[in-house]
């Protein structure tokens, strides 16, 4: 229960922070920290990404903190690459669903430790560019439970240059829509997978990570994101490492 408490703290200060991370994180916790299945793990991370993104966006909804351009276009494709890949996500094991998460962590490490200096500011993206953005990303989200938040706030900024308090939580709107997308496909092609998770536990994350994204909101107006965004880096870094590691030694194993 305390690895289920601080998990859910982080997370949700990530979230609330910098608009991604949660589910990165959500996943190889509930696997690793929790003991749920690869596959019960994905299904719970885009429950408990989906709660704790809804409650901030709620929050901010009213504040002028949300670029509802963006959200539009990039949910709405976002959800229907979600629900796709939720349903081919069936016919994927769960060591390959957690080495494609590997590969997507270091590729969002690597982003994060890169220098993104902006210069060419007022350019807005075409429609098409979104869309495009949307599906692919509503694809890694259906896949595995990733709502690749550490992929849209950069693509946020550099794509139609809004601030970036403003774009993490229009992240976490497209990230809503992208996650319960991919949890209802799953509700309704996989009942045997849904009836076998433990949904108490997943209520309890989700109720503890929203407070840890309030936090995360109130600190994000005082500490310095690029700070944060290297630190962050490198633990998703080393997270990503141990996790390749582990799904190909039992992948070797297996065979």
């Known amino acids: 229960m305390l690895t289920v408490f601080i998990s859910a703290l982080i997370i949700g200060l990530s979230l609330g922070l910098l608009g991604a991370g949660g589910s990165i994180l959500t996943v190889p916790v509930l696997a690793y920290g929790v003991g749920f299945s690869e596959k019960q793990a994905i299904v719970g991370a885009l429950f408990i990404v989906a709660a704790i993104s809804l409650s901030t966006v709620l929050i901010n909804s009213r504040k002028g903190k949300i670029n509802f351009r963006a959200a539009i276009w990039m949910s709405v494709t976002g959800m229907l690459g979600s629900a796709l890949a939720a349903g081919g996500s069936n016919y994927l094991s769960g060591h390959t669903q957690f080495i494609i998460l590997a590969l997507i962590m ?118 310095p994101q690029s700070l944060l965004k290297k630190g962050f880096a490198w633990i998703i870094l080393l997270v990503a490492l141990g996790i390749l590691a582990h799904s190909v030694s039992q992948i070797i194993m297996l065979r």
Not at 178 to 189: E, V
């Open 106 to 223: 270091l590729l969002a490490s690597w982003r994060m430790l890169k220098s993104t200096k902006s210069t060419d500011p007022g350019d807005k993206a075409g429609k098409l560019r979104l869309v495009l953005t949307g599906i692919g990303l509503g694809v890694v989200t259906g896949l595995v439970g990733v709502g690749g938040g550490f992929l849209i706030v950069p693509a946020l900024v550099t794509l139609i240059r809004i601030p970036m308090q403003q774009a993490v939580n229009t992240s976490l709107t497209i990230i809503f829509f992208n996650a319960f997308a991919g949890l209802a496909n799953h509700w309704y092609t996989n009942q045997p997978l849904i009836h076998s998770i433990d949904w108490s536990v997943l209520v309890t994350f989700a109720l503890i990570g929203i407070v840890g994204s309030m936090f995360g909101q109130a600190f994000a107006q005082k500490l």
